[in-house]
């Protein structure tokens, strides 16, 4: 049995070893948007922030009154989008398991550790926030042109999973609070595209450059500083 298992952790430490690499030459490669978009005009910016911590982000839209219209069906999910305090709308994506039953490290279980490796159920996660500026701890803003953070939405509106009616659909039951839902999403999560890879794509969409894997949080922060480049 102590053979069994010093050999299942070399596994581990090899496979670890192997992502570790891959992951960084992934850095050093650019991954260019498929459109590019002329620059913000000075005043006439859209600010989106991305927020990340040691294993996940989340994109957050400014509530202006064309965002709030746009994501209006989470009013009949039950979050309060009229409250004067909300200021933003935080959207991530990620696996069913480990997403919607791990609001915390100490909820973390080996079922939905196995589905984070393995192959899972994607969601959608939409959240309240109030006001930021972007100056906050793990909070990183990101100017857009108009058209480039309609791409941006629509990528978003895209990712969800639709009943017959068109309506997003909710995953009912599960929620970290109040002020949050969980919504069907399209597509699968792996340890290959996960969370942070959702994320890159959707800011490839708003015309930023990423590097061409982004499995952590810190692989993707990196790469956009080291890719960053005129976006025309």
């Known amino acids: 049995m102590r053979r069994w298992g010093r050999a299942l ?59 709030l219209a746009r994501f209006a069906f989470l009013a009949g999910d039950g979050l309060p989008l009229d409250d004067p305090r909300v200021g933003a709308i935080a959207v991530g994506w990620g696996g069913r ?74 995953l009912p039951g599960f929620s970290y609070g109040p002020y949050d839902r969980f919504y069907e999403a399209r597509g699968g999560f792996n340890l290959l595209f996960g969370c942070n890879t959702w994320t890159a794509q959707a800011l490839r969409q708003a015309g930023l450059t990423t590097s061409l894997w982004s499995p952590l949080p810190p692989l993707l922060l990196w790469g956009l500083d080291w890719h960053e480049e005129p976006l025309f």
């Not at 005009?41 to 839209?61: C, Y």
């Not at 480990?98 to 589905?115: C, I, M």
């Open 9 to 67: 952790f070399a596994a581990g430490v090899a496979l670890a070893a192997s992502l570790t690499g891959l992951a960084l030459l992934a850095l050093a490669i650019p991954r260019a948007p498929e459109v590019r978009f002329p620059p913000p005009e000075a005043g006439n910016e859209r600010v989106v922030l991305l927020a990340a911590n040691p294993i996940h982000t989340d994109i957050l839209l400014p509530a202006t009154p064309d965002v």
């Open 97 to 170: 398991a480990f997403y919607t039953q791990t609001p915390e490290w100490r909820d973390l279980t080996v079922g939905a550790l196995w589905h984070s490796f393995t192959y899972d159920r994607s969601v959608l996660h939409l959240s309240l926030a109030p006001a930021l500026t972007g100056e906050e701890p793990g909070l990183r803003r990101l100017s857009l042109s108009e058209p480039a953070f309609q791409a941006l939405l629509r990528f978003i509106d895209a990712s969800f999973q639709r009943t017959p009616s068109g309506a997003p659909e909710i």
